[in-house]
């Protein structure tokens, strides 16, 4: 158990729907990172937070938004969803603002869009 | 922007038999971190390499970071089934300015017959 936690663990709902994913971090750690992960396109990071305020973006799409709250817990918003957004989404967190050092990484929440 | 190969993409060995990934990067990386995915699991942080040539070692486990700190590689020693799922190498790379994100290879699925 790495100590972050992630819900709901799955999740099924019709393209052009909006869902919202949370994640709790490891007592202590202030970063929170969002990825994203598919078959063919491995493990992608989406966007970061740290200690409240975005701190660095990947290749996270317009339809997605994400946010941290002042309990350090986090929501990524997806919406208008498409049938190419089924994926894993997996939460991570770590103690600094990143470039170095180890991420706690969530059980992920399984997206399935129909 | 930062990219990180990873090969082979899959690899199935006998039970005993020896394993290596490598991973190679066009650009000098400030560090490099592996990380092991059971099959429906989550990715588990392995290990961090932050000099040049640096060698480590965990059990059966060895960790590589080339001279030029623009490869890297993991290899096991008389693999056993507990050694299943798919490694990865990451690097850290900035994102803009002092940001940064962790950028990681696509991965290699071992699997090992008992």
């Known amino acids: 158990d790495s100590g972050v936690t992630q819900t709901p663990k799955h999740l099924i709902t019709a393209t052009g729907q909006r869902v919202t994913l949370r994640c709790s971090p490891r007592s202590g750690d202030l970063s929170v990172y969002w990825y994203q992960q598919s078959l063919d396109q491995g493990l992608q990071f989406l966007i970061q937070?740290?200690?409240?305020?975005?701190?660095a973006k990947g290749n996270i799409l317009e339809r997605f938004s994400a946010q941290q709250f002042p309990d350090l817990h986090s929501e990524l918003n997806l919406s208008s969803l498409e049938l190419g957004d089924s994926a894993l989404y997996f939460c991570?967190?770590?103690?600094?603002?990143?470039?170095?050092?180890?991420?706690?990484f969530g059980p992920g929440t399984r997206l399935t869009v129909t | 922007g930062q990219q990180v190969m990873q090969i082979p993409q899959y690899q199935h060995v006998q039970e005993g038999e020896d394993f290596t990934t490598y991973c190679n990067s066009s650009?000098?990386?400030?560090?490099i971190q592996w990380y092991k995915q059971r099959p429906g699991g989550h990715p588990v942080f392995l290990i961090q390499l932050v000099k040049s040539g640096e060698v480590k070692k965990q059990k059966r486990l060895t960790f590589q970071f080339g001279e030029a700190k623009k490869n890297s590689s993991l290899h096991i020693t008389a693999t056993q089934t507990t050694d299943v799922g798919t490694y990865f190498c990451?690097?850290?790379?900035?994102?803009?300015?002092?940001?940064?994100?962790?950028?990681f290879g696509k991965g290699t699925l071992l699997t090992v017959n008992p």
């Open positions: 990451a690097a850290w790379g900035s994102s803009g300015g002092s940001n940064y994100k962790l950028t």
């Open positions: 650009t000098t990386l400030s560090n």
């Open positions: 937070y740290y200690n409240g305020e975005e701190r």
């Open positions: 991570a967190s770590s103690v600094g603002p990143g470039g170095s050092g180890e991420q706690y």
